[in-house]
């Protein structure tokens, strides 16, 4: 079975740029979880849907950041403009009805320049 | 993370045993997660705790004490591959909230 699928693995972009990182859940699975990791915060939770709903956004930097998830199979995060400090490696992760377990994609590691 | 509290490395020989602490905060916790994280790669799922008590699976286990606010995740026969760092992470109102990692290095 198809794991959580990422897309880029790698992007690199200059500050100023818009950036969209784009994740496609395991199928079957009904909440989908956007992490950033970084070698100072560590692993952080920037948001997260059930049933394509947005449920928790509070660990959205701010206004530059936003997601959306328009069906079961499909989620954006985009950042808009992307500056160096959002340098970082951003993976999505899902997780099956009645379950706790979530299970991570491959992960984009993002430079910005 | 805040309130997930882990060491940050531990270093062992192959076939040692390694146990790897981890303390959070109790208020609304649910359960308590270990994942495994090589260099450049996703985080894997190794254990998930809600119960006390220990659980085993292979030379990995797993312990929780809800009161105490205490995990430990034991590695035991330690192999080269073990070499990773592992997330502790907390189960709380739908989300998880991980410690910073203990990066554990195996050396022959």
């Known amino acids: 079975d198809a794991g959580v699928i990422q897309s880029p693995r790698h992007e690199v972009t200059e500050m100023g740029q818009e950036v969209t990182l784009r994740c496609k859940p395991i199928?079957?699975?009904?909440?989908l979880f956007w992490y950033r990791q970084t070698m100072m915060r560590g692993l952080e939770l920037l948001i997260y849907?059930?049933?394509?709903?947005?449920?928790?956004d509070s660990g959205m930097p701010e206004d530059r950041f936003s997601a959306k998830m328009p069906n079961a199979s499909f989620s954006t995060l985009k950042i808009q403009p992307s500056e160096p400090r959002d340098s970082a490696v951003y993976f999505c992760?899902?997780?099956?009805?009645?379950?706790?377990?979530?299970?991570f994609g491959p992960g984009t590691r993002l430079t910005v320049l | 993370g805040q309130n997930i509290d882990q060491p940050t490395e531990m270093t062992a020989t192959e076939g040692a045993i390694v146990q790897i602490n981890c303390t959070y905060q109790t208020s609304g916790f649910n359960g308590l997660f270990w994942y495994q994280q090589h260099a450049g790669e996703a985080p894997t799922f190794l254990s998930y705790n809600v119960l006390d008590g220990l659980e085993e699976k292979g030379r990995f286990s797993s312990f929780l004490s809800r009161s105490k606010g205490y995990s430990y995740l034991l590695l035991k026969e330690l192999q080269m591959k073990d070499s990773a760092s592992y997330l502790c992470?907390?189960?709380?109102?739908?989300?998880?909230?991980f410690g910073a990692g203990t990066q554990v290095v195996v050396t022959p």
């Open positions: 849907f059930n049933n394509n709903v947005p449920i928790d």
């Open positions: 992760a899902s997780r099956t009805p009645g379950t706790d377990t979530q299970y």
């Open positions: 992470a907390a189960f709380r109102r739908g989300k998880l909230q």
């Open positions: 199928s079957g699975h009904n909440s």
